[in-house]
């Protein structure tokens, strides 16, 4: 990047788009918002209202006064709400994290040669064949200068994780240390309206340009090497051995903070340990906690009192158990796993394959270590708004507001209006959406099954199979319990195999009480997958499994070849 550039975007939190010139406001969400669009998302709440599956084009309005995109306007990035001028993203919009491609006559702008047919499903996989006629006359010219580019970005990967816990640990945790304290330290009292409004947008901008970059990248750096290295393990030990081998290899690592969060849970629990030393270090966490909106937990002893019930376990059941026997398991296959690469014909490879192991097996806690630190930042952005509800009047449909209004610079809305967005709001939380959009024909007809929820597949008869993503390792049986929100489990069976959308740190209480996990959406790093593999839980990711499995039926779970089997219907 140019010197004195941000990594991510303008520091002031805008940027002008360079056909246009028009600058447009801040928003929070993944959104896509052409420029000088009159229709500007809630500031925490996107109710998703872009006219999907309506056959919408380009430029047609929809509700508000939205229209249907242009050609080149900002991008939001939907990590860390950086805006990236000028990014060509076609006829579409970045809808609440999913991208939205125009549902009607965007396929019809092919950007191919004329008179050639294209194969669409082909354009879903890696190329088949050299074109010659399509390919650059230079390209073996330039082919020795490319090599070498690829190596150098490969040799400053290597260097970066080599000084990513360093950096990390050293500089990006003292970093938010000191500014959170120092924010922290000046009374709301001491804010007059103008200057909370300066001190919100100097806190969003740090939070979701500086401290997210900083905290989301050796976990990322750990997790390219996992995927390396199970992409690698896979061709030499076979899909079966490779997964499983890989799934022991990254068990029980050394400095999870997710353990950490666990083990002082279940002392909470177990030994009377003093919950304000919880809080302290964990009570800015949150099921959900990605919605500002959502209250952390120091905040709701109703939930702090439930996630602490499913915390009273067996003492070899408790969160330290677990991790001490999965750390011995890491252990003992480190040792056996030179001899298991030479059954398979693959000795040869292994220092190869222990670099990238290292590389993951250091990096890989960094990635819900990294999120809780920078959560914190997101624990400050909700406590500016609700200083902000208390000084109007609105309380908790702060929330509903926009950051134009919220910030004084529109009129702010009556309370009628805020109630009709809660609402939306509410409706708009029972669709289905896929990650993706995809204006394609098959992904239309695979999208509208998706966007409503269906009644649960309550009459599925034993045999019934479904296809999954193995996420950790293993082969159980058990009853299938199938929740939405973690507060719905009160008491779980030992034997149960916990089926849910997805999980994060307010899920982590129950894995001490399940034998097995199917999520729908999540993969290698996500939460769910990293804490399995560090309590031995088998889990997989399985599309619509709410909808596909019924609650009560017993199932076996393969999360090895990703397989779950339906044995008996529900009682």
Known sequence: RRKGQHPLGDRDGGATDPES???????????????????????????????????????????????????????????????????????????????????????????FPPGREVDRGALDGPPQQLRWDDADPFLFLRLPRLLWILLRAARRERQRCREAPARFDERVVRSIDRQLAAWQATPWSNYSDDALGAHWRECRDRVLGEWAAESLLPGYLGGLAHARLDAALRVAMGPADGAAWLARLVSGLDGDLTVTQNELLERVAAEGAPLAEFLERFGHRAAGEMELAQPRWREEPETRERMIRPGRTRP??????????????????????????????????????????????????????????????????????????????????????????????????????????????????????????????????????????????????????????????????????????????????????????????????????????????????????????????????????LRLIPDGCRLRLDAVAGRIVLLEPRR
């Open 316 to 545: 070899e059941s408790t969160p330290a158990a677990r991790h001490a026997r999965q750390r011995a398991d890491r252990l003992a296959a480190e040792t056996e796993w030179l001899a298991a690469l030479a059954s398979h014909g693959a000795s040869s490879l292994h220092e190869d394959f222990l670099a990238d192991l290292r590389i993951a097996q250091q990096l890989l806690p960094y990635r819900e270590t990294g999120k809780h630190h920078w959560l914190r930042g997101y624990d400050r952005l909700r406590a500016i708004a609700l200083e902000w509800g208390r000084r109007s009047g609105l309380g908790e449909q702060v929330f509903f507001l926009r950051e134009v209004e919220l910030l004084g610079d529109a009129p702010r809305p009556a309370a009628p209006t805020l109630a009709a967005r809660q609402r939306r709001w509410k409706a708009c939380r029972q669709l289905g959406l896929p990650d993706i959009l995809d204006s394609r024909a098959a992904a239309l007809d695979a999208m509208a099954a998706k966007t409503v929820r269906m009644p649960v597949n309550a009459a599925a008869a034993a045999g019934r199979e479904w296809d999954a993503r193995p996420l950790s390792a293993g082969i159980v049986e058990g009853v299938a319990r199938c929740i939405v929100e973690p507060g719905e489990a009160d008491e779980l069976a030992d034997d149960t195999i916990l089926v849910c959308p997805s999980t994060d740190p307010g899920w982590t209480p129950l894995f001490t009480r399940i034998r097995g996990l199917v999520v729908e959406r999540g993969g290698q790093l996500s939460h769910g997958a990293l804490v399995a593999r560090d309590f031995g839980i088998p889990a997989v990711a399985c599309d619509d499994a």
């Open 21 to 111: 010139g028009d600058r447009p406001a801040n928003l929070l969400r993944g959104d896509f918002e052409p420029a000088g669009s009159p229709n500007l998302n809630p500031l925490f709440k996107d109710p998703v209202e872009r006219g999907v599956g309506e056959g919408r084009g380009a430029g047609k309005p929809g509700p508000e006064g939205d229209c249907g995109g242009s050609r080149r306007g900002v991008f939001v990035d939907a990590q860390c709400g950086s805006k990236h001028p000028g990014v060509p993203v076609g006829p579409g919009q970045i809808v609440a994290g999913a991208e939205e491609r125009d549902l009607g006559d965007a396929g019809d702008r092919d950007q």
